[in-house]
């Protein structure tokens, strides 16, 4: 216990300069860190050179937060307008025409078809456009999006389901974080939070954005999603575009504009029926399915460009003419590629009206007072700690204060690296983590207390210390992680934020409470050779 290897204690050294070292850009603002690193020189790796730092939430630097809500009318219109179109695709294709056309009704459409033989071969294909609802990502069903019902008199009912529409109002937000988290990127702010709120709201913040105008002005744009060819060379009508499916190197862009994300209606994860692979499925209305049609017969065998924001998002094959409005993406993806390859494909638009139910501007003076005394907390917090620990251990307190610095270090070079939001809640965490951090060193003292006053020698004592409290520590340690993890998961804003410290208290703990102050407890006694414990 009291003999750590040279080679220990350089690999603890150097993690410890390593992590304290990375919380150094957070002391400094956004244009100091540039001015440093602009003036390194030329021949210097500017990799070594820590860079990223804490952000100051809402709370804490003032900005604008505005609390959007789904207009579920606005969605119901949207689905409605889709379901005519399809209908109308449908009854083409079985040559089918309806008696007085398509009418749209509350939540669906309705069609007349009095013809009993006609009628029976209508229902199958239209049953087929109820989908059930299900999650690709954990395979789970339940309901059908449509409720199809035919009528004695020769009328078909097609409406929107409840189910449906609560799944689609879920789908609807997850699209909407992903729109507006690329409109603001775009509008060139910084470190948005973006989260849903109960079923159909998105609570947008921004921290040092003082005008909830310009937010809402940001939020308004339009995302470009267009569907092009990839070109066989780099001269021509071509445009020279990122490919983020593949490395991020420059492909050409035929400018030809086969469909745009106007035309799109859906994109979903999914599973290829008979590899089980994930893969992701898309919809066109009409009007992009007779375009996207008359394209890939055209083009078959070549790769398609699917373009976000003038950035190639992904490039498949086309394997045959995809003519019925809807077709497949496939490759070598994972489950979370194609999840995420279908919110992308979704946010070339917002899926329905988004409507401002609250605006709220957090002054730069309220976040100068949390902060303030947020400062004051821990600094009293600290000093209490540290005097206390001193005068009730003696140098043992000493080596305590200094693992408790290194402690409170650790979590801001952590954070630092997460590029973490720092919140009025997350100072409350880092100050509880230093009481935490401490009572695992009063858990080692006092066992080893307890085992020279049962007449075991100095060496015997401490070493009994350090790994009878060393259980006693992980199973406190867990139980608050644990608690950590269940305020992250459930818990949203401020509350996640107090969760990430904590739980990155909790693993500085190990590192300062126990081998930090070990190491130091055993080059003391093997300098000192004490005869008693100095406490």
Known sequence: MLRFSRTKIVATLAVILIGLSLAVPSFFSAEQRKGFMASL???????????????????LQGGSQIL?????????????????????????????????????????????????????????????????????????AGGQTLDVTDRPDGTIQLLL??????????????????????????????????????????????????????????????????FRMLADSPSGDVDMLTNKDEGGGKVPVERRVMADGGDLTDAQPAFDQQSHEPMVSFKFNL????????????????????????????????????TGGSGQITGNFTVKQANDLSILLRAGALPAKLTVVERRVVGPGLGNDSIEAGKKATMVAGILVI??????YGVFGFFANIALLVHVGL???????????????????????????????????????????????IVSALQAGFDKAFATIIDSNSTMAIAA???????????????????????????????????????????????????
């Open 68 to 140: 959007l809500e789904i207009d579920r009318n606005d969605l119901i219109r949207s689905q409605t307008t889709g379901l005519r179109d399809d209908v109308r695709r449908t009854l083409r294709e079985a040559g089918i025409t309806p008696e007085g056309g398509i009418q749209v009704i509350p939540r669906g459409v309705q069609i007349r078809i009095s013809d009993p033989a006609n009628r029976a071969k209508a229902l199958p294909k239209l049953r087929e456009l109820s989908q059930p609802i299900s999650n690709a990502m954990v395979a789970q």
């Open 387 to 392: 005097v206390f620990m001193f005068a009730t």
């Open 41 to 59: 020189p030329g021949w210097f790796p500017s990799w070594i050179v820590p860079q990223r730092a804490i952000v100051l939430g809402l709370d």
């Open 411 to 457: 979590i801001l070079g952590l954070m630092s690296v997460l590029e973490a939001t720092m919140t009025l809640p997350g100072i409350a965490g880092i100050v509880l983590t230093i009481g935490t951090a401490v009572d695992s060193n009063v858990l080692i003292y006092e066992r080893v207390r307890e085992e020279v006053r049962a007449g075991r020698s």
């Open 287 to 322: 009007k992009g399915a007779q375009r996207f049609g008359q394209a890939t017969s055209e083009n078959v065998g070549r790769r398609m460009a699917i373009v976000l924001d003038n950035e190639v998002v992904s490039a498949p094959r086309i394997n045959t003419p995809i």
């Open 485 to 535: 993890l269940i305020l992250f998961f459930l818990g949203s804003g401020p509350v996640k934020g107090f969760a990430v410290v904590f739980i990155l208290g909790i693993l500085t703990t190990v590192i300062t409470a126990v081998t930090l102050t070990r190491m130091m407890i055993a080059l003391w006694y093997n300098y000192a050779r004490p005869k008693a414990l100095p406490f």
């Open 161 to 226: 389901t409840d189910a449906g529409l609560t799944d689609r109002t879920r789908r609807a937000v997850t699209q909407a974080i992903e729109v507006i988290r690329r409109r603001i990127d775009f509008g060139g702010t910084k470190e948005p939070s973006i989260q849903q709120q109960g079923a159909d709201r998105v609570l947008v913040q921004v921290p040092g954005l003082q005008d909830p105008q310009q937010l809402e002005d940001q939020l308004g744009k339009t995302a470009k999603l267009e």
